[in-house]
């Protein structure tokens, strides 16, 4: 148990030193300038300390769109998809949009081949705006509306994973009232969500195929089975077979391994004892990255060489046609290929009990752009964007603007002990789930994504302004008036 006091765990005796001069893991750095090739996208280098990136200068890319700024590599994220698709042959390759969506990466990643995973309306309708082939985008969520449904079958969506009874239900009703009005013809494709119990060794919630979370029909307690019948029992639907997703940022195989046996002895159990063959099977995504220099994630030809090997020797043990494969890597494609560059704004040496010096560098963002290091205690890394120095590595934390203690964007890192007020900072691996997790938090306004290739910058997502925040406010009326301007408003 950790210990305690009666003024907040930041008390406890030793509790905010810097041991041993950081983590364990963290190394003071032979050079503080040199960029750590493994954590950064393909094209990133230095060139007389400013960052470049795609071919364009940072510093000279934020003198124009200034920061934070989240800049894209489009050929790392190209490339990543592209690695994906040909270690992958033969499978489906659904890019999890959650990861990070607009409509110029649907449609980068539609070009690469690739098909896309959904998992909201909003997603959807960004897919559809950018022209994505509905009948390659599969929709995910564990309590989908029923406008949602309607929406999506009619859209007509190649696949809908359910993940519970009620959305079984719903979504046969709602595939018989389209059928009947005509506005659709053939049943809906479906997929059955599982949980294969499995404690995947990552953050506990970002792990979802362990028992007792939400999403998922339990293989144990027979729910999956219950499921598979319902579904086989509708007549507007039509199952292509069972999909199961063991969590994110996952290193290791073992976990798919554990995952596929059960799920595969359930297609075994249900092609022996009920005579239904599940063309399809989806393996899910969750393929870690490197944040820091602690990542050591697998290229994707190991990962399909390892998988493909799990799934062909269980199949061939339970005496199964292979199904066809899926997946649904998110973070892999998009994560390694965008950093995030911020301005510092203050640099503060604190100093801790038995004279530790704690020094904590401000920048113009935080929590709002980037909430993975407050919320999952994610490790990051960063570098200085804008000069080289000479100055020895000290010891710092980034932290950010937000009113909040835990407003920390790289809990650990060494940078040239002269950092100051405007240098730029940028930090690697921010593409999933940064820039969708992002929020208005104090109401920042959302940074921009600004894509390079070939030394070409184009804004791809513009900063929000302060007219976007106040689009929803809608203002200070008297209460009569607000009530009546609101409801006229709802239903205009
Ligand atoms: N498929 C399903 C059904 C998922 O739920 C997810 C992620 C993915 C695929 C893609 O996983 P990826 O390959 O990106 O790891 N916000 C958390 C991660 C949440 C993941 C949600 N589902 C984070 O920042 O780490």
């Known amino acids: 148990m950790s210990p305690s006091h009666e003024a907040g765990w930041a008390h406890v005796e030793g509790a905010l030193r810097p041991h041993h001069g950081g983590p364990g893991w963290l190394h003071p750095p032979g050079n503080p300038n040199a960029l750590v090739a493994s954590l950064w996208s393909s094209t990133a280098r230095k060139s007389d300390g400013d960052l470049v990136v795609g071919g364009v200068s940072v510093p000279d890319l934020v003198a124009n769109v200034n920061t934070p700024a989240y800049i894209l590599d489009e050929a790392d994220l190209r490339a990543r998809a592209r690695a994906f698709k040909d270690a992958f042959a033969g499978y489906d390759i659904y890019y999890a949009g959650k990861a990070f969506l607009c409509t110029t990466v649907a449609r980068w990643v539609a070009e690469e081949g690739l098909s896309l995973d959904v998992c909201s309306d909003g997603e959807l309708t960004v897919a559809l ?25 009619g859209e007509g969506v190649g696949r809908i994973v359910v993940d519970s009874f009620d959305e079984i239900e719903r979504l046969a009703r ?44 339990s293989i144990t307690s027979g729910d999956a089975l219950e499921a598979v019948r ?34 595969l002895a359930l297609h075994a159990l249900l092609a022996h004892e009920r005579g239904v063959v599940l063309p399809e099977l989806d393996l899910g995504g969750g393929f870690g990255i490197a944040y820091t220099t602690q990542d050591d ?63 904590y560098v401000s920048v113009d963002g935080g929590m709002s752009d980037n909430l993975r290091t407050a919320l999952y205690d994610a490790d990051y890394s960063c570098t200085l964007a804008s000069r080289d120095s000479t100055a020895p590595a000290v010891l710092v934390r980034v932290v950010g603007k937000h009113c909040e203690a835990g407003d920390i964007v790289v809990k650990d890192e060494f940078l040239p002990g002269d950092v100051r007020p405007g240098d730029l900072l940028a930090v690697p691996a921010t593409g999933a789930y940064c820039r969708s997790m992002a929020s208005n938090y104090n109401h920042a306004l959302r940074p921009p994504v600004v894509a390079v290739r070939d030394g070409v910058a184009s804004t791809i997502v513009r900063r929000e302004t302060v007219d976007d925040l106040l689009a929803t406010d809608l203002g200070c009326l008297d209460h009569e008036d607000a009530a009546v301007a609101g409801a006229s408003r709802r239903s205009s």
Not at 129 to 149: S, V, W
Not at 198 to 206: C, G, L, M, R, S
Not at 313 to 330: Q, T, V
Not at 334 to 348: D, L, N
């Open 174 to 217: 709602v595939t018989s009232s389209l059928r009947a009005s005509g506005a659709v013809s053939t049943p809906q494709p479906v997929m059955v969500r599982v949980t294969a119990g499995v404690e995947a060794h990552t953050h506990e919630y970002i792990a979802t195929a362990h028992e007792d979370q939400k999403f998922g029909f």
């Open 230 to 263: 319902r579904v086989v029992a509708a007549p507007g639907l039509e199952l292509l077979g069972l999909h199961s997703h063991i969590g994110s940022q996952i290193f290791d195989t073992s976990g798919f391994e554990v995952a596929a046996r059960r799920v």
């Open 297 to 359: 994630p697998s290229a994707p030809a190991v990962l399909a060489a390892e998988m493909s090997a799990i799934v062909d020797h269980e199949c061939g043990a339970l005496g199964i046609p292979r199904p066809r494969l899926s997946i649904e890597p998110g973070r892999a494609i998009v994560g390694p290929a965008m950093c995030t560059v911020y301005t510092v704004g203050t640099v503060k040496r604190v100093e801790l009990d038995g004279g530790v010096v704690r020094t």
């Open 129 to 153: 705006r950018a022209g994505f082939d509905p009948a390659r985008i599969g929709y995910h969520g564990n309590t989908k509306t029923e406008m949602e449904l309607v929406r999506a079958v």
